[in-house]
């Protein structure tokens, strides 16, 4: 199957600063990517689908200043929390979509972030 | 819009033994639907999928999953549950258009 990782696995940080998650689909073009958050023992959220090339569509609720998605290559995409506050602390995950146009989704093993 | 349900928050079950894992969904249309594991720490695996066809679906690990239409279920099975099944399983309903939705999921707990 294919393969997405995801970089950093894990990042702590200081509250106020921004971190960079990058979403990388390692043997195939991905269109979509989305970007998941999850909270421990719940299901994910989707926070927002990025298109290579184009602006993120954020989900209701989630601040697109906040968190800020770059999709500029069919292989990368970024998520940037900006200002990390600790209640930004969570498990996100990446996931990229292929071609196949059944919305199959291929998942990344996800970035611990925690704000100190 | 669609939802995913997931009746069961825990389900624990004895080595060897046989495992049904429950999800009903709403949709309208016909629906893509998935099953997921994901370990501690860990992001998903695909289970499997249906997409259209043959109701009852194969995937890896020996599970299956049938989709039943009139019941608006897609329930993953295993006939004999080894202890490195443990984790947490997700079931969801995706869209051509991409998203996906996810039940909250079911904790699985293999005893010895």
């Known amino acids: 199957g294919a393969v997405v990782s995801q970089h950093p696995s894990r990042v702590i940080c200081k509250s106020g600063t921004s971190v960079k998650i990058e979403c990388r689909s390692l043997?195939?073009?991905?269109?979509?990517m989305f970007w998941y958050r999850q909270f421990p023992k719940k299901s994910l959220m989707l926070m927002a689908t990025s298109n290579e090339g184009s602006k993120a569509t954020y989900e209701q609720g989630v601040e697109k200043d906040k968190f800020l998605i770059n999709h500029a290559s069919l292989t990368l995409s970024t998520l940037t929390v900006t200002s990390a506050h600790p209640e930004d602390s969570s498990f996100y995950i990446c996931?990229?979509?292929?071609?196949?146009?059944?919305?199959?989704?291929?998942f990344g093993p996800g970035t611990r972030l925690t704000v100190l | 819009a669609q939802s995913v349900t997931q009746p069961d928050i825990h389900i624990t079950v004895s080595e060897g033994a046989s495992l049904e894992l429950r999800c009903n969904y709403s949709?309208?249309?016909?629906?893509?639907l998935f099953w997921y594991v994901q370990s501690p720490g860990q992001g998903l695996q695909l289970l499997l999928k249906?997409?259209?066809?043959?109701?009852l679906v194969q995937g890896i690990k020996g599970f299956e999953a049938e989709f039943k239409r009139s019941q608006s279920s897609f329930n993953l099975r295993k006939p004999s549950v080894h202890w490195s099944d443990a984790a947490e399983y997700f079931c969801?309903?995706?869209?051509?258009?991409?998203?996906?939705?996810f039940g909250d999921g079911t904790t699985l707990t293999v005893k010895p």
């Open positions: 949709y309208g249309a016909t629906p893509y």
């Open positions: 249906y997409f259209s066809g043959d109701t």
């Open positions: 996931s990229a979509g292929g071609s196949s146009g059944y919305n199959e989704q291929f």
């Open positions: 043997d195939f073009q991905a269109t979509t």
């Open positions: 969801a309903v995706g869209a051509r258009a991409g998203k996906s939705t």
